[in-house]
Nanobody, 130 residues
């Protein structure tokens, strides 16, 4: 069983920065690939960024590319999402998620659907005002 707890959400103005953290209560953190998802009001939950077990390979959605950076500290069992140049359209509840083993399938396609992740945090609200 993996428990994930997000923190760091809040209210910011457009152009500000924010860093989300996700602490995992598991001893073998490095066997899990991880991702950040977000869900805005009235929209489906969608993947924002993903990272492989070693932290050497990452994915970012086009909407956040160049502004958001996903990283992980396996020694601290923590996943991060550094969010810069925030926009009002980034307003959403942000979730961290984990899956065992790889972040891509055999063809190199990233796992980005929420039903491909087994464990989820409770979410943290990010609100960006214009």
């Amino acid at each position: 069983q993996v428990m994930l707890v997000e923190s760091g959400g809040g209210l910011r103005q457009a152009g500000d920065s924010l860093r989300l953290s996700c602490l995992a209560s598991v001893s073998n953190f490095d066997v899990y690939a991880l991702a950040w998802f977000r869900q805005a009001p009235g929209k489906e939950r969608a993947a924002v960024a993903a990272i492989n077990r070693g932290g050497t390979r990452t994915y970012s959605a086009d909407s956040v590319k160049g502004r958001f950076t996903i990283s992980r500290d396996n020694a601290r069992s923590t996943l991060y999402l550094q969010m810069d140049s925030l926009k009002p359209e980034d307003t959403a509840v942000y979730y961290c998620a984990a899956r065992q083993l790889g972040i891509t399938d055999y063809s190199g396609k990233y796992y980005l659907r929420d039903n491909e992740y087994n464990w989820w945090g409770q979410g943290t609200q990010v609100t960006v005002s214009s």
